[in-house]
């Protein structure tokens, strides 16, 4: 159970993880998704529970659609997986999800939160072609 960044690549965001280790096989597998902070926390799960996880299917949610300088230009339809936990270990949960749970991705926090992203994004970005851009050219001794 983690929170790093999506795919532990830097230029995205972070995201909650679960790795988890199959019982046959012993495969290990990463996964992620927004829900599993809640679900963990409620789940009580600690490395080395026996946890079941299925995944429900998708949601649909509406997300700003931002720019390459990070400015939103309306909204854009993304798909977030929704998955079921539980912590075989432990009784007496209500494990019953608030199906009228609605998750607002539209607030200003967020959208400045997006943005600062983009222009971290950009800027990592920009000095990646910099220093690309100077092992071509070469150094120079001066």
Sequence with gaps: ??????????TKP?????????????VEKTYWG???GELTTRENVKK??????????QKEVKIPALDKNGVQHGW?????N??????????????IS?????LVLNSAEMIKKQ????????????????SEQKVKIGIRLG
Excluded at 48 to 57: E, I
Excluded at 98 to 102: H, N
Aim: charged share 30%; proline share 0%.
């Design 1 to 10: 159970v983690g929170y790093d960044h999506y795919q532990n690549d830097k």
């Design 14 to 26: 972070k995201q909650h993880f679960i790795k988890l280790k199959t019982l046959n096989k012993g």
């Design 34 to 36: 927004a829900d599993f």
């Design 48 to 57: 080395g529970d026996l946890v079941k996880l299925k995944k429900l299917g």
């Design 76 to 80: 854009k339809t993304a798909h977030r």
């Design 82 to 95: 929704e998955w079921q936990l539980e912590n075989l270990g432990v009784k007496g949960i209500d494990r």
């Design 98 to 102: 608030s199906s009228s749970k609605e």
């Design 115 to 130: 943005q600062l992203q983009m222009r971290n994004f950009s800027q990592i970005k920009q000095s990646m072609i910099q």
